[in-house]
């Protein structure tokens, strides 16, 4: 079974704060997505990566920057952490293109509260 | 552009009701891929089904059920005989690139099974 595991269930930092949200999967999938979930508007994308080292930005990037040294490990970074920011965060993997099952896998979430 | 509505946004109902849930795309793209995912309380989401533009065949899997229309942009989800499992948040998502890269998802539709 595919595993994506998130650092924290819960989080609550204050305004300014640098937080790190860390997520690992242990499917060696090359692709990983940080998403954030808010009521009513879904799931939005914020950054995604597609090999280490590599990363592209999603629908939603400002404020954020991303973190990807290794193949399993997958960073999202709030420099200056707003309370605009506090949300649920989601981080998921997928196999490359051209590999039959590329659904994406998700983790439990992490819900941030920023004060 | 994009774009998944799902305008039900709450849908309460007594167990061994059917229900269906809504969702209608947009894209401009002749090929690209449909998926549902279920949320429940946990917060992690769990993949039910991918469709391609090109499979227009509704699918069974045991109660759950999904009716692809290309001629109405739709792809709805229906539950047969409710049970209080069910209970969850279910997202509509599309991609317009193979590999699932980018996923844009709907708002969600909060479904609660009552026993």
């Known amino acids: 079974d595919v595993k994506v595991t998130q650092s924290s269930r819960y989080l609550v930092k204050r305004t300014g704060e640098k937080v790190f949200l860390e997520c690992v999967q242990d499917m060696d999938h090359e692709n990983m997505f940080w998403y954030r979930q808010d009521p009513g508007l879904g799931l939005r994308l914020i950054y995604f990566?597609?090999?280490?080292?590599?990363?592209e930005k999603g629908d939603i990037p400002e404020g954020y920057s991303v973190s990807r040294e290794k193949k399993e490990r997958f960073s999202l970074i709030l420099e200056s952490a707003s309370t605009n920011q506090t949300s649920m965060y989601l981080c998921?993997?997928?196999?490359?293109?051209?590999?039959?099952?590329?659904?994406?896998?998700f983790g439990p979430g992490t819900r941030l509260t920023v004060t | 552009a994009q774009k998944v509505t799902q305008a039900q946004t709450e849908i309460s109902v007594v167990e061994k009701e059917d229900v269906t849930l809504d969702c209608v795309y947009e894209?401009?793209?002749?090929?690209?891929?449909l998926f549902w995912y279920k949320q429940p309380p946990s917060g992690e989401l769990v993949f039910l089904i991918r469709r391609n533009s090109f499979d227009e065949q509704n699918e069974i899997s045991g109660r759950y059920s999904w009716n692809f229309q290309k001629s109405t942009s739709s792809f709805n989800f229906t539950i047969t005989a409710s049970q209080v499992v069910d209970s969850a948040v279910y997202f509509c998502a599309l991609s317009e690139e193979e590999g699932a890269q980018k996923l844009v998802f709907g708002q969600g539709t909060r479904l609660t099974i009552n026993p």
């Open positions: 998921a993997s997928s196999l490359a293109i051209g590999t039959r099952d590329y659904e994406q896998y």
């Open positions: 894209t401009r793209d002749t090929t690209y891929y």
């Open positions: 990566s597609y090999d280490v080292k590599m990363k």
